[in-house]
């Protein structure tokens, strides 16, 4: 079993900043990549950028230059520091583990507002 706990999210005006942070546990034997995504009402949960264990890093296009993924590898923690927030940010943000892809969090609210 793999727990996900995702943390961090909240209101914000657009242009300001937050971090969310997702814990990993349970029954893990290893990790190779790990992604931040995000579901926006009505529309399919898409991905928003992922690291691996090597710390190679993607993004979508949309928030290239503005986030920023990271991870501690031996705490099982992936990190997303979101700067220059835009009301098209606002989702439900999840976190999700490349080699446990079943297991999702209950995710954490962003919310940004014009």
């Known amino acids: 079993q793999v727990q996900l706990v995702e943390s961090g999210g909240g209101l914000v005006q657009a242009g300001g900043s937050l971090r969310l942070s997702c814990a990993a546990s349970g029954s893990i034997f290893s990790i190779n990549t790990m992604g931040w995504y995000r579901q926006a009402p009505g529309k399919q949960r898409e991905l928003v950028a992922r690291?691996?264990?090597?710390?190679?890093?993607n993004y979508a296009d949309s928030v290239k230059g503005r986030f920023t993924i990271s991870r501690t590898n031996a705490k099982n923690t992936v990190n997303l520091q979101m700067n220059s927030l835009k009301p098209e940010d606002t989702a439900v943000y999840y976190c999700?583990?490349?080699?446990?892809?079943?297991?999702w969090g209950q995710g954490t609210q962003v919310t940004v507002s014009s």
């Open positions: 999700n583990l490349g080699d446990y892809t079943e297991y």
């Open positions: 690291i691996t264990s090597r710390g190679n890093t």
